[in-house]
């Protein structure tokens, strides 16, 4: 069982930046895709941002061009910059790895976006 553990959200104002870590407890390098989730209040629990093992990314429309998704298989890791941040950015924030065992998430990390 692999676990995944979120970390970097906090509060920050509008127009600001944050970055998002996942650290996992085992290889991700079989891994399929890594991603970004997050779900606000009430709301379903969207995708923002996937990367496959070839490194190819796919980001959610509200999200381009601000979101940058990594991931570093040496370390682990998958990251996501977020720059640029909207009132609408504020949720709670969920890791995502998929690979041929099976689906795993994170905990969350709340990202709260106020003036």
């Known amino acids: 069982q692999v676990q995944l553990v979120e970390s970097g959200g906090g509060l920050v104002q509008p127009g600001g930046s944050l970055t998002l870590s996942c650290a996992a407890s085992?290889?991700?390098?079989?891994?399929?895709?890594m991603g970004w989730y997050r779900q606000a209040p009430g709301k379903q629990r969207d995708l923002v941002a996937l990367i496959t093992s070839g490194g190819i990314t796919n980001y959610a429309d509200s999200v381009k061009g601000r979101f940058t998704i990594s991931r570093d298989n040496g370390k682990n890791m998958v990251s996501l910059q977020m720059n640029s941040l909207k009132l609408e950015d504020t949720a709670v924030y969920f890791c995502?790895?998929?690979?041929?065992?099976?689906?795993?998430w994170g905990q969350g990390t709340q990202v709260t976006v106020s003036s």
């Open positions: 995502y790895g998929a690979e041929r065992r099976g689906i795993y």
């Open positions: 085992a290889s991700i390098s079989s891994f399929n895709f």
